[in-house]
């Protein structure tokens, strides 16, 4: 499967550390993420992440078009609702993302709670529906 990864500033710490516990899953997957975050995956899993442009730059769109293309199955978009999203761009690209997955019926976590189950699910074999997809 292939999942893809965005985390807000506030969050990337949190990604980081979603990603180290739960790397024995991630491993067995294609793993995509907007610039910085998955440098920062990258380095604190050892994991391999093929990397977007930075998020404010394009990454976030580059994301979104591969929701739409049907190219992701699973996205964890780590979002801090505290912040103030610092363009209108910005903005509507990150609700791009989110509404490319709501209209292509692709899992997304926008919090860890919601993150550890899908992982959990994707390791018992839960989100093989999406292979339909494909």
């Not at 363009?87 to 609700?95: A, G, H, I, V």
């Not at 919090?111 to 989100?127: C, F, P, W």
């Amino acid at each position: 499967m292939k999942i893809g990864f965005i985390a807000n500033d506030a969050k990337k710490k949190l990604m980081q550390n979603c990603c180290i516990a739960y790397r024995q899953i991630l491993s067995r997957h294609d793993l995509y993420a907007t610039g910085t975050t998955g440098r920062l995956i990258q380095e604190a899993s050892g994991l391999t992440v093929h990397k977007f442009l930075e998020g404010h730059v394009g990454g976030e769109q580059q994301m979104s078009t591969m929701v739409e293309q049907n190219l992701l199955d699973l996205v964890l978009f780590f979002r801090d609702p505290e912040s103030t999203v610092s363009t209108k761009n910005e903005l509507s690209d990150l609700s791009k993302v989110i509404r490319m997955c709501d209209l292509h019926n692709v899992p997304l976590a926008t919090n860890i709670a919601t993150a550890e189950i899908l992982l959990k699910a994707l390791e018992r074999g839960d989100l093989d529906w999406r292979e339909m997809y494909h």
